[in-house]
């Protein structure tokens, strides 16, 4: 195509459906059916999408995950200099929120790029309005580290401070997480919330020692949200007067 302008590309962030794939927005399925090019963390995860909604896939559709990040980011910014309209999804809610997406879309940004974010489900937000805790100010911190002592640094640097907290986690690690945020935090109400707008979703609501106790051994299936109330008396047990009250 001959055309005195400069071409542009575009890159499109596309917020996926956490669970309930009826969660997919109206602007979500047109920007598929534009776009040139999908870079897709599971393409057959992403296919589902196009299946369900009787789309036609893009004439370029290629893997964005984390162990090919670089060199998928190359290659993303080489089709933005050829102006191409490059979509970007995660399995599940918005790319770059602890799922890939932040190299490109940094890069591209660096570079001159329109980076252009359809928005959609997140958890983030679900979780916190599901938890009944505060929403005034939140913190959303991702998924801790693995080993003891980082975690509980990384769990300490909220420790003084009043807004609600919204963890990823492992459902193989809840239960050890639970426990060691009641250790540096303090017996605080927390949420857990498994499986948000799946058929199975579930949210257990309590203190941080109830709820450490209960997940120390609970088999659980599928993605974790925890939800801890910030540094605030309104949201914390009174455990020397529970002492007081059981003598």
Do not use: W
Not at 2 to 23: C, Q, R, S, W
Not at 51 to 58: H, K, Q, S, T
Not at 80 to 96: D, I
Not at 209 to 238: M, W, Y
């Amino acid at each position: 195509m001959e055309n005195d302008e400069e071409v542009t590309g575009k890159l499109y962030v596309i917020a996926t459906p956490i669970g309930n794939m009826e969660d997919i927005t109206l602007r979500a399925l047109r920007t598929l059916t534009e776009i040139e090019v999908l870079a897709s963390e599971d393409t057959r995860h992403t296919r589902q999408i196009f299946v369900r909604n009787n789309i036609a896939l893009p004439p370029l559709y290629f893997p964005y995950h984390e162990r090919n990040e670089g060199s998928a980011a190359v290659r993303i910014l080489s089709l933005l200099a050829e102006g191409k309209q490059v979509g970007l999804t995660s399995n599940a809610g918005y790319p770059g929120i602890s799922d890939p997406g932040y190299v490109i879309i940094s890069k591209a940004i660096e570079q001159g790029y329109q980076v252009e974010v359809i928005p959609g489900a997140s958890t983030v937000p679900i979780a916190l309005l599901k938890s009944g805790l505060s929403t005034s100010s939140y913190t959303f911190k991702g998924f801790p580290p693995r080993k003891p002592g980082k975690r509980g640094t990384f769990i300490a640097m909220e420790r003084d401070l009043p807004h609600t907290m919204i963890y990823f986690e492992s459902p193989h690690r809840v239960g050890v997480f639970l426990k060691q945020a009641y250790e540096v935090l303090g017996n605080r109400q927390a949420a857990v919330c498994v499986e948000l707008t799946k058929v199975f979703e579930q949210v257990t609501r309590g203190y941080l020692s109830d709820l450490a106790e209960k997940f120390a051994t609970a088999k659980i299936k599928g993605e974790v949200a925890v939800v801890i109330a910030g540094n605030n008396p309104k949201f914390a047990r009174d455990e020397e007067n529970d002492d007081e009250d059981e003598e």
